[in-house]
């Protein structure tokens, strides 16, 4: 990969002097929301767009009371949607993979670690040929970096059934944490998936009970960072647009 970026080691945890009130840390996180929304969709493969919100995540972290990731398993359990980040997978390049709906990325996590992926996506890029992608995967603590967790894929699967299908999203993908997704198959071996997919470190900045914030990068490579802005989901957040067309024929 041919860029280039500086990536940052954010504080765990600050003093209280370093606090700021409830309504600069309301602002700062309606700001990163905001700016995360307008560049929705849009790659990023000179990190340009990143840049713009280093400094606000930067500056909400700095004002924030941290404490270590293994502290806050209890506040990252839930669905998270993600609102800006990555969009292709398998390239790696911070292009935007034609075959993905990036409207429609969520992630379970549950407070033992397991994470669960759920995405639309198109075959061949063709937008009358939806279906639904789902990811299993692990977190584990990095014992070096209190505010790092290791994460490896284990099982992809797609969901082939109309009932499942026509679920929303968000439902979906915590419903798949619960194992109640019976219309899923298996594209991958979960051998095939772990040997493909190369662990990877996520540096959980900041969470709370609506924001989650947080930069991934191959282990070994910080300097790759990406960052995700990703907001909780809730019932009445869950609209249905967010549930996959059927494909003609089906």
């Known amino acids: 990969m041919k860029f280039r970026m500086s990536f940052f ?8 002097s370093a606090l700021a009130s409830p309504s600069e840390v309301a602002s700062l996180k309606a700001e990163v929301i905001e700016r995360a929304k307008a560049i929705s969709g849009r790659g990023d493969p000179d990190f ?12 909400l972290v700095e004002i924030s009371r941290g404490v270590p990731v293994a502290e806050r398993m209890h506040v990252l ?16 390049d911070r292009t935007v993979d034609p075959t993905l709906e990036t409207s429609s990325i969520y992630q379970h996590v549950r407070a033992d670690g397991s994470y669960f992926n759920a995405c639309i996506v198109y075959e061949k890029g ?25 994460f490896q894929f284990t099982e992809y699967l797609k969901v082939v059934g109309e ?25 991958l071996p979960g051998w095939l998936v772990r040997v493909l997919s190369s662990e990877g470190i ?49």
């Open 48 to 59: 340009s767009l990143q840049r713009q919100l280093d400094p606000l995540v930067r500056r």
């Open 126 to 150: 063709d937008r009358t040929r939806p279906r639904v992608s789902l990811l299993r995967g692990k977190l584990s603590p990095v014992p070096t970096n209190a505010n790092q967790l290791r």
């Open 77 to 92: 359990e839930g669905t998270w949607k993600q609102v800006w980040g990555p969009y292709n997978y398998r390239a790696q």
């Open 163 to 187: 009932r499942e299908r026509q679920l929303g999203m968000p439902e979906l993908a915590a419903r798949f944490s619960r194992g109640e997704v019976k219309e899923a198959r298996t594209v």
């Open 202 to 250: 996520l540096e959980e900045v900041y969470t709370d009970e609506t924001l989650r914030l947080l930069y991934a990068f191959p282990a070994g490579a910080p300097e790759r960072a990406h960052l995700y802005v990703m907001t909780r989901v809730t019932p009445a957040s869950t609209p249905a647009v967010e549930r996959p067309p059927l494909a003609s024929g089906d």
């Open 9 to 16: 080691v954010l504080p765990v945890v600050v003093t209280a």
